[in-house]
Each structure stands twice: as structure tokens, then as C-alpha cells.
């Protein structure tokens, strides 16, 4: 199984500003992805992280406000541009290996 | 597309005792995958068992078992003997045998009473 790290685990930033969160697998993968998960709800998929290309990325997210980079197969970045308090969220890192897909530990953002 | 129905909001079970929670899910393809997630409160989405649609056998892990019913498009968790680290989000989803996106349900609170 891959092991996911994140940084930073959560941070309280002003409106207005960007965050730029880190993902660290600890093996090479094919896929990554960026999720945002509201408190309570369910993971909604941002992007999907293409190695040495732009991201993919689903409908309501756009590359302007969700930047991605994914230079290698065990590392990829998110930056929340321009942040609002709807930004606020936890923000969970994914990685596939063949059919199983594990999750980093989270950023939990706050949006003041 | 495909959807994944957990009708359960929230649920709860007696220490020691047994649990099922429930998942359907609606999809045209033969091929694909089926998982459980456990999310404590640390809020780490924790791979619980997972689910080959074309193996007929149920998958187990531990204390945590599967039924799936691929015609009628179900596949619920059963938990025995259920431990007070039980406590948490378990959220089903589904991937296609392709390899795309992974969709999630909405997520069951399991409660578990000491």
C-alpha cells in the first residue's frame, strides 16, 4: 500500500491570500488526485494530478483558483488562490496503485 | 454515471455486538471495484476492504466482511464484534474497472455504545 503524506496539517490564513499544500507518496503511482471535503459531507474530487501535464479537472473547479503541479510520480501540490471563507474545507491528497486508491492525512484550511 | 446510495445517515451498535451497514450503488459496466472507507475523527480515510466485482466470493478482513450482490447492485459491510475504535465516518464507493474517478456516497456515522 502507498503511504500518503501531507503538509501543512492545517492552517488559518486571511482572505485574500494562497496556500500551497504538499502530497508526498512514498512509492510511484499512476494517478493522483485532490479532494476537498466539507465537515460532514462526503469527498468531492477537485483535479485529477497528471504527471508532466495539466491538470484535469472537474466541473466547478477551475486551474485560475485551484493550481496543480505534479512534477514526478510521487509528488503533487495544490494552491487555494485568492482564498474566501467557502474555502475553508479539509483537503485530502489520493494516490492509486492498480485498483485500490489510498488518502493522505488531510489539510484542514481555515479562511478568515 | 455512476451514483452510490448509503441510506443511512447515522447508525449505532452495542460494543461486542454486529453491525451492517448498507451501500447500492447503479452502474452499467461489468468491470469495476467496490470499497469501504473508515474516517475517524483524525479524519485519515482508512482503505477497510474492497471488492472485485468479478470475484463472486465475498471479501473479508478481519471482522469486517462484505455482502455483495452484483445483480441487485448492493454491497453492505458487516462488522462483528464491534470495538469502541469502530466509531467513525465509513463511506462507500465505487471505481470503474477502467480506472477512472472514484465516487463516494454521502457517508454512515457509526456510533458504537460501550
Known amino acids: 500500500s502507498a503511504v500518503i503524506s501531507q503538509k501543512p496539517s492545517r492552517d488559518i490564513c486571511q482572505r485574500g491570500t494562497s496556500l500551497t499544500i504538499q502530497c508526498q507518496v512514498d512509492?510511484?503511482?499512476?494517478?493522483m488526485f485532490w479532494y476537498r471535503q466539507q465537515p460532514g459531507q462526503s469527498l468531492t474530487l477537485i483535479a485529477t494530478?497528471?504527471?508532466?501535464?495539466?491538470?484535469?479537472?472537474e466541473s466547478g473547479f477551475v486551474i485560475d483558483k485551484f493550481p496543480i503541479s505534479r512534477p514526478n510520480l510521487t509528488f503533487s501540490t495544490l494552491t487555494v488562490s485568492n482564498m474566501s471563507p467557502e474555502d475553508s474545507s479539509i483537503y485530502l491528497c489520493?494516490?492509486?496503485?492498480?485498483?485500490?486508491?489510498?488518502f493522505g492525512p488531510g489539510t484542514r484550511l481555515t479562511v478568515t | 454515471a455512476q451514483t452510490v446510495t448509503q441510506s443511512q445517515p447515522e447508525m449505532s451498535v452495542q460494543e461486542a455486538e454486529t453491525v451492517t451497514l448498507s451501500c447500492t450503488y447503479d452502474?452499467?459496466?461489468?468491470?469495476?471495484?467496490l470499497f469501504w472507507y473508515k474516517q475517524p475523527p483524525s479524519r485519515q480515510m482508512i482503505l477497510v476492504i474492497r471488492?472485485?466485482?468479478?470475484?463472486?466470493q465475498n471479501a473479508t478482513e478481519n471482522r469486517f466482511s462484505v455482502n455483495f450482490q452484483k445483480a441487485a447492485k448492493s454491497f453492505s459491510l458487516k462488522i462483528s464484534d464491534s470495538q469502541l475504535g469502530d466509531a467513525a465516518m465509513y463511506f462507500c464507493a465505487y471505481l470503474s474497472g477502467g480506472y477512472q474517478k472514484v465516487t463516494f456516497g454521502i457517508g454512515t456515522k457509526l456510533q458504537v455504545i460501550p
Open positions: 512509492s510511484q503511482v499512476t494517478m
Open positions: 489520493s494516490a492509486r496503485q492498480g485498483g485500490e486508491q489510498y
Open positions: 471488492q472485485e466485482a468479478y470475484k463472486q
Open positions: 494530478a497528471n504527471q508532466g501535464s495539466e491538470a484535469t479537472y
Open positions: 452502474t452499467s459496466e461489468s468491470d469495476y471495484y
